[in-house]
């Protein structure tokens, strides 16, 4: 008989680090069945992989481009005794991982969108606006840094990437007062970085903190994520099988703009026409949605979980249609000057 997950520990009990959102939603949407592979593209501290991993019969593929969360993955791949198997790679490559491993299709691909509360937590990833940390922010450690970004780019592509990325109301306060500061010394910490997000943006009681919008812009340009998961949508329309889930879960409207326009692309059936017009042939539909619209986090997790409250999760079934070649302009990705990182 396959062996069971490990309980969690007392810290994964107590802690809203190991609580993967929306789990009991996820876990409906991805159905996964006894002898089915499952990938997680984003592995994480392993929540999603141990649910489906309870499942008798199932096995994971699970990626992480964070080495940190691999190697902190390993003792659950040892206890898993063959029935996981974690790689360190970017999840806008899952088809390739699954089938370098052997997997010509799958039959379920989970996607967990944005940083995890792990790194959030680690002040020396520079991903934290609360706890002060080198301004680093790179998911793998390699590249340009949070603070490359800010200490090099221009005040009109720095005022772009908060407003694109961002959407801080702000940008262009927010760029002329970075340019200004930078001349005497440059931003290295990331206190440093939200103490002037403080001074530049006002907010009220009950705001979000002010440096939110900045840290997620450069998080993401750093990281190139929306680049990344547009490339994994496409990914995992290659490698699903006719039957396999594909279920997202995003927390911010850039990520969910997305998905949404690729599953309403890839699940249209008719192209309108009408007598005066004739309807426009249209490729088969790749997806069926097994919603109609997002689902959000019970009202119930959303106070027990502050990362719940803006998370929005899609979920589809892959049909037996041919995967479309067609690149990623259709998602009307956020164009950006290429010093901001952006990579095609």
């Keep these: 008989m396959p062996a069971s997950p490990p309980p969690p520990s007392d810290d994964a009990r107590q802690g809203p680090r190991h609580v993967p959102v929306m789990l009991a939603e996820v876990m409906a949407a991805l159905a996964p069945r006894d002898g089915e592979t499952i990938v997680d593209g984003t592995f994480g501290a392993g929540g999603y992989t141990s649910a489906i991993l309870s499942e008798p019969g199932t096995r994971v593929i699970a990626i992480d481009r964070d080495p940190n969360a ?5 003792g659950l791949v040892s206890a898993m005794q063959g029935r996981l198997t974690l790689v360190e790679d970017r999840f806008s490559n899952l088809d390739t991982v699954a089938r370098d491993l052997g997997h010509a299709a799958v039959d379920g691909v989970v996607l967990d969108i944005g940083v995890s509360s792990m790194q959030i937590d680690e002040a020396g990833r520079g991903f934290s606006f609360r706890q002060d940390g080198p301004l680093d922010m790179r998911m793998e450690g390699r590249g340009p840094s949070a603070a490359d970004l800010v200490n090099t780019l221009g005040e009109a592509e720095l005022s772009r990437l908060f407003w694109t990325l961002g959407e801080e109301r702000r940008a262009g ?10 001349a005497a010394a440059p ?17 009220k009681p009950g705001d979000i903190h002010p440096a939110t919008r900045a840290f997620q812009a450069l998080r993401i340009a750093v990281n190139h994520e929306l680049d990344e998961l547009a490339a994994a949508l496409l990914a995992a329309e290659r490698i699903l099988r006719a039957g396999g889930r594909l279920v997202v ?19 249209r059936r008719d192209a309108g026409g009408s007598r005066h017009a004739p309807q426009a042939e249209l490729a088969p539909a790749t997806f069926e949605l097994v919603h109609r619209g997002a689902v959000a986090a019970s009202e119930a997790e959303a106070a027990r979980n502050p990362r719940a409250r803006s998370a929005k999760l899609r979920a589809a079934v892959r049909t037996a249609a041919p995967a479309r070649d067609t690149g990623t302009d259709f998602l009307g990705l956020p164009a950006l000057a290429p010093t901001a990182g952006r990579r095609r």
């Design 70 to 74: 691999v190697l902190d993955g390993m």
């Design 173 to 182: 306060a927010l760029a002329r007062a970075i340019v200004a500061d930078r």
């Design 187 to 203: 931003f290295l910490r990331t206190r440093d970085l939200a103490d002037l997000c403080g001074r530049v943006i006002r907010s």
């Design 249 to 267: 879960v995003t927390f911010h409207s850039l990520e969910d703009r997305i998905v949404k326009t690729f599953l309403a692309d890839r699940s």
